[in-house]
C-alpha cells in the first residue's frame, strides 16, 4: 500500500497550489479520503475530506471557500487545490485513505507561504 503526495512547495501569500495524492496496493474507490496538515510545534489538524461515494465534501472552517478537495478513481488520486493561500496554511500536508478502521498515510508534502 503507498500513498504518495506531491505538488507542494513554497508560494507567496494569495498564491495557490494543487496537491495531488496517488495511491496503490487497495481499491482506491472504495476509501474515503481525506487530507490533514501539520503546522511546526502543532498537532496534526484535519482539513478537507471527499467520501468514497457519491456524497458531500466536507471542509474544515479555516479552508472552507479556499480549498478544494476532488478524486479521480480512474487515477487513484486525490486532488487539494489550494487558492488564496495564507502564512498559516504552512504546514506538512498529509493525505489518508480511511475505510471503517483500516486507515493508510502517506508521508506528506511541505507547503510553505511566504514573501
Known amino acids: 500500500v503507498q500513498l504518495v503526495e506531491s505538488g507542494g512547495g513554497l508560494v507567496q501569500p494569495g498564491g495557490s497550489l494543487r496537491l495531488s495524492c496517488v495511491a496503490s496496493g487497495f481499491t482506491f474507490s472504495r476509501y474515503a479520503m481525506t487530507w490533514y496538515r501539520q503546522a511546526p510545534g502543532k498537532e496534526r489538524e484535519w482539513v478537507a475530506t471527499?467520501?468514497?461515494?457519491?456524497?458531500?465534501?466536507n471542509y474544515a472552517d479555516s479552508v472552507k471557500g479556499r480549498f478544494t478537495i476532488s478524486r479521480d478513481n480512474a487515477k487513484n488520486t486525490v486532488y487539494l487545490q489550494m487558492n488564496s493561500l495564507k502564512p498559516e496554511d504552512t504546514a506538512v500536508y498529509y493525505c489518508?485513505?480511511?475505510?471503517?478502521?483500516?486507515?493508510?498515510w502517506g508521508r506528506g508534502t511541505q507547503v510553505t507561504v511566504s514573501s
Open positions: 489518508n485513505a480511511r475505510m471503517v478502521r483500516i486507515s493508510y
Open positions: 471527499v467520501p468514497s461515494a457519491v456524497g458531500t465534501t
